[in-house]
């Protein structure tokens, strides 16, 4: 076994690399960028090496820094984690001509697999059973569009290099053909530098079933059964469960036994993810393989006991695989959650910022939970913005799922948008835990998901409320020092003078709320819905004890100066989260800055100009489509906020913005 590793990658995954190796005796080294100087990773490592800027181009993507700083610090194996370098083969080569195990598959078999249409040749020849489609070398969009007649629509054409969803296009019909294979190209192109396609049957109601394969150097390979990873956004997975639901024994073998030809077929080594694509019925095609550990594998560790990551350092020292195949038993049921940073309301746009207060779930003998961050860190545009994995194992998967409901309820995240509660909200959906389960789940539920989105009630605003009167309360002290600063402040009145008004915003709404002091010490508080009586007092944990109208609970309320300089209030209660702006009456370029907001459309991240759809002088409708920013590796498309008119372009295509740059200037008609 090795002595000492180096692993090449950051955030949650470079932490539980960390965890095994630590375990195991394992001395570790840790890379990191600007930007994760004082990550969680660094901390967390015995050793760490600064290996360049913040862009992952200038740094984790660098092979030969990497394999300079395992030199440097005598690492013996390299674990490229997931993303960044773990599928490259040439680094997979550099590393063996340096000296350096790579703790992944050899890299023929990454070649094998790196594109989606070489790899659908290889399964073909491997009788493992493929989606209809064309994978061919011919790239004529006459011959592409023939194709797509022949396997009959609607299709998916994917970008043969393709990953996390990118360069993939759906199309409904033959003369959305064109269109949809420039687009899908344009993507593949600037993603990964190479425009090639394929075209499937795309099937309407998926399940992403996958197998987890493992193979040694001893002629060892063998599944650690599935994986269901069919709650997606983007076409990206939100939640993943294992074993998935009503999979029988038979059809697991089958998927099982092709997953494993399909590793024999390209001489694989290591942990590798096998892709299938099911339909309802269970008929099941091959997708693509993940030559490399992925995201998911802590639901396969829980139900199976096994550590995978340990498994990878064994088979790559020139071990045998820990367990043979009648050796593994499926216990239980496992779900994760990816605590994203992100907004769902906004086409799950990525949110960046410091996690001024950050409360994940305890872990437990039913609970783990794998992050790269703590408090104080900060979320930046320049990696994945997934904040945790939140996973849980219990005895079935309705207990599993209620547990999950319940820990997605305590996480507290304040200084991100986070997805929490619509993880919260499928955990809970009543379908979803029947049993119904396809890629189209949140598409389809999206009114009932998203519900937990809808505007703030009386119960919000009245803690928010609350919130704010006890902090006034907090310095009541000082409340009767002629020269204190507070009686200066706002041109509020004192609780005891009467009355107090806090306003709010909660989006576009403007509410303000009355509140008055009762002559027994509680307050009556006048709310949207009518007036309630109401309590409030500080717990010694900082927390706000609140009665309201029969009521009494608990809340957390987080006070926050945003970037734009207005203060947020971020509540907590009931297991739900709700953040609303405080409007200060006497700060008027709040009102400013609400006015100017619609004028302008900004970058609502840092990125790239990759289209404009837009001239100066052009008239527009409210929802059309502006221009598309690429930031965080995915595109958004930026929509006028109004009818109008285009007053003027500031950025031309190909351009660097920074956040909140005034990219359009628009005028509303
Ligand atoms: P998986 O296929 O393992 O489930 P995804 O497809 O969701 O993962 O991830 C998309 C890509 O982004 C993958 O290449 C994955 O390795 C990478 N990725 C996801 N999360 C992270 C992270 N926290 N750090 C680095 N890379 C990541
Ligand atoms: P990536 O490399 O981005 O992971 P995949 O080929 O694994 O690309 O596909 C990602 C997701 O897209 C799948 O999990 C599935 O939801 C959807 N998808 C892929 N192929 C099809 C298809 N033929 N029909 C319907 N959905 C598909
Ligand atoms: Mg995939």
């Not at 990873?229 to 059809?251: F, G």
């Not at 299938?276 to 095609?285: C, E, K, R, S």
């Not at 309320?557 to 971020?570: L, N, P, S």
């Not at 008027?588 to 991240?605: D, F, I, K, N, Q």
């Amino acid at each position: 076994m090795f002595s000492k590793i180096l692993i090449a990658n950051r955030g949650e995954i470079a932490c539980r690399v960390i965890k095994t190796a630590r375990r195991l005796g394992i001395k570790t080294v840790a890379v990191f960028s600007d930007a994760d100087r004082g990550a969680r990773h660094v901390a967390m490592a015995d050793e760490a090496v600064h290996i360049g800027p913040s862009p992952a181009r200038e740094s984790y993507l660098l092979a030969d820094r990497i394999i300079d700083a395992a030199r440097r610090t005598g690492a013996q194996a390299i674990h490229p984690g997931y993303g960044f370098l773990s599928e490259n083969a040439g680094f997979a080569e550099a590393c063996a001509k340096a000296g350096l195990v790579f703790i992944g598959p050899p890299p023929a078999a990454i070649r094998a697999m790196g594109s989606k249409s070489e790899a659908k040749k290889i399964m073909e020849k491997a009788k493992v059973p493929l989606v209809p489609g064309y994978h061919g070398d011919d790239q004529s969009p006459e011959l592409l569009a023939k194709e797509a007649g022949r396997i009959g629509f609607p299709v998916l054409i994917k970008a043969s290099a393709g990953g996390g969803g990118k360069g993939m296009r759906v199309v409904e019909s033959a003369d959305k053909f064109a269109d949809a294979l420039a687009g899908a190209k344009r993507e593949a192109k600037a993603a990964f530098a190479d425009d090639h396609v394929l075209v499937e049957k795309y099937l309407t109601r998926p399940r992403h079933i996958e197998i987890q394969v493992f193979a040694d150097g001893h002629g060892g390979c063998l599944y650690l059964f599935e994986r269901d990873c069919s709650i997606q956004r983007r076409h990206q997975k939100v939640i993943e469960e294992a074993p998935a639901p009503n999979m029988d024994t038979a059809r697991r073998k089958a998927m099982g036994e092709a997953a494993v030809a399909a590793a024999k077929a390209i001489g694989y080594q290591g942990a590798g993810t096998v892709e299938f694509i099911a339909d309802q019925d269970g008929t099941f095609f091959f997708m693509e393989m993940n030559t490399r550990l992925q995201v998911e594998h802590p639901v396969t560790e829980m139900i199976t006991g096994q550590d995978l990551v340990e498994w990878q350092l064994v088979v790559a020292a020139g071990g045998k695989m820990p367990r043979t195949q009648d050796q593994l038993r499926i216990d239980g049921h496992a779900v994760e959650v990816r605590l994203y940073a992100e907004d769902p309301a906004r086409n799950f746009l990525p949110s960046t910022g410091t996690l001024v207060h950050l409360k994940l779930p305890e872990e437990g003998a039913h609970v783990r939970v794998d992050t790269g961050v703590r408090q104080g860190d900060t979320v930046t545009p320049f990696y994945d913005p997934m904040i945790a994995k939140v996973i849980v194992h219990d005895r079935d998967r309705t207990s599993a799922l209620r547990r999950m409901a319940a820990l997605m309820s305590e996480t507290e995240v304040v200084g991100v948008t986070t997805n929490a509660s619509l993880l919260r909200a499928l955990c809970a959906h009543p379908a979803f835990v029947g049993g119904e389960i396809d890629t189209g789940f949140i598409e389809r539920h999206r009114d009932s998901l998203f519900a937990a989105l809808a505007p703030a009630d009386d119960r919000a605003f009245a803690v928010a409320t609350l919130a704010r009167l006890a902090e006034w309360q907090d310095r009541e002290p000082t409340a009767g020092d002629p020269h204190s600063p507070w009686n200066e402040q706002n041109g509020f009145r004192l609780l005891d003078e009467g009355h107090d008004e806090v306003r709010w915003k909660d989006g576009e709404r403007d509410v303000t709320v009355i509140a008055r002091r009762l002559r027994d010490g509680g307050l009556r508080l006048e709310l949207p819905g009518g007036a309630q009586e109401a309590r409030v007092q500080r717990t010694d944990d900082g927390k706000l004890a609140i009665g309201l109208g029969g009521d009494t609970f608990v809340a957390t309320v987080v006070r926050r100066v945003a970037i734009d300089g207005g203060v947020d209030y971020t509540l907590f209660s009931d297991g739900r989260s709700r953040r609303l702006r405080l409007v200060d009456p006497l700060d008027l370029s709040m009102y400013e800055a609400a006015g100017a907001a619609e004028a302008t459309v900004r970058a609502p991240l840092p990125g790239k100009i990759i289209d404009l759809r837009v001239k100066a002088g052009d008239t527009v409708s409210k929802g059309q489509p502006l221009l598309v920013l690429e930031a965080m590796k995915m595109e958004h498309t930026l929509a006028a906020p109004a009818d109008g008119t285009i007053k003027s372009v500031r950025y031309a295509v190909g351009e660097q913005v920074n956040e909140g740059a005034e990219l359009v200037e628009f005028e509303a008609s």
